[in-house]
Nanobody, 122 residues
Framework: QVQLVESGGGLAQPGGSLRLSCAAS????????MGWARQAPGKGLEWVSSIYSDGSDTYYGDSVKGRFTISRDNAKNTVYLQMNSLKPEDTALYYC???????????????WGQGTQVTVSS
């Protein structure tokens, strides 16, 4: 069955960096777009970033553009989220998700990981 397992969350200081990983299994990873989303305490789910199945194009939400970078390694069935210049408002539970779209993102997700907590605080 499809499994998505996130890792790499933790505590970071404002201005710091973290790199999230999402290991995928149970489907042909290289055939699907992937995405990251987050949910801050008391708030709704916010889309963060998406990437084409071959990694050739990426998209970002306005709140993270220029600070976060999504990438993928199809040989390792893993998608990453490099987060730089972290702000306290980036504190959230971060999820990776499998997009229904083959090749390019459709922003419709059919499988989600369990999430990894990111806390940005001094």
């Amino acid at each position: 069955q499809v499994q998505l397992v996130e890792s790499g969350g933790g505590l970071a200081q404002p201005g710091g960096s973290l790199r999230l990983s999402c290991a995928a299994s149970g489907f042909t990873f290289s055939s699907y777009a992937m995405g990251w989303a987050r949910q801050a305490p008391g708030k709704g789910l916010e889309w963060v970033s998406s990437i084409y199945s071959d990694g050739s194009d990426t998209y970002y939400g306005d709140s993270v553009k220029g600070r976060f970078t999504i990438s993928r390694d199809n040989a390792k069935n893993t998608v990453y989220l490099q987060m730089n210049s972290l702000k306290p408002e980036d504190t959230a539970l971060y999820y990776c998700a499998k997009d229904r779209g083959t090749s390019w993102p459709r922003y419709e997700y059919d499988y989600w990981g369990q999430g990894t907590q990111v806390t940005v605080s001094s």
